[in-house]
C-alpha cells in the first residue's frame, strides 16, 4: 500500500502563496500519476490538478490555470503544489491522492487533508 502525507497548509491573505507538499511511502512504484483535490465548507470536493510521475505531464482546473503550479521529485516520492495569487475562495482543505492508473480511474491513495485558508 501507498501512504500519502501533506504539509505546508496555513493561513495566507489575499495575494499571497503557499506551497504544499505531500510525501508518498510505502508501494510507491506502483502509482502512476499523483493529484491535488480540495474541498470547501459546504462544497463538493472538486480536482485542482495532477501530474504523472514519469512524463511530468500536467493539467489543471480553469479555476486554478495560472496561479497553481504542481511539480515532483520522484526521488523524494513528493509532489508539490505552489500556490501563487492566492484568492478568498481558495480557501479549503487540500488533499493529495494516488492512482495506479495513468490516464483514467479513481484515485486509489488519499492523505489526510491540510487546511488552506486565505483572507481577505
Known amino acids: 500500500q501507498v501512504q500519502l502525507v501533506e504539509s505546508g497548509g496555513g493561513l495566507v491573505q489575499a495575494g499571497g502563496s503557499l506551497r504544499l507538499s505531500c510525501a508518498a511511502s510505502?508501494?510507491?512504484?506502483?502509482?502512476?500519476?499523483m493529484a491535488w483535490f480540495r474541498q470547501a465548507p459546504g462544497k463538493e470536493r472538486e480536482f485542482v490538478a495532477r501530474?504523472?510521475?514519469?512524463?511530468?505531464?500536467?493539467w489543471y482546473a480553469d479555476s486554478v490555470k495560472g496561479r497553481f503550479t504542481i511539480s515532483s521529485d520522484n526521488a523524494k516520492n513528493t509532489v508539490y503544489l505552489q500556490m501563487n495569487s492566492l484568492k478568498p475562495e481558495d480557501t479549503a482543505v487540500y488533499y493529495c491522492?494516488?492512482?495506479?492508473?495513468?490516464?483514467?480511474?479513481?484515485?486509489?491513495?488519499w492523505g489526510q487533508g491540510t487546511q488552506v485558508t486565505v483572507s481577505s
Open positions: 510505502g508501494r510507491t512504484f506502483d502509482i502512476s500519476t
Open positions: 491522492a494516488g492512482r495506479k492508473t495513468a490516464f483514467s480511474g479513481a484515485y486509489d491513495y
Open positions: 501530474i504523472r510521475w514519469k512524463s511530468g505531464t500536467t
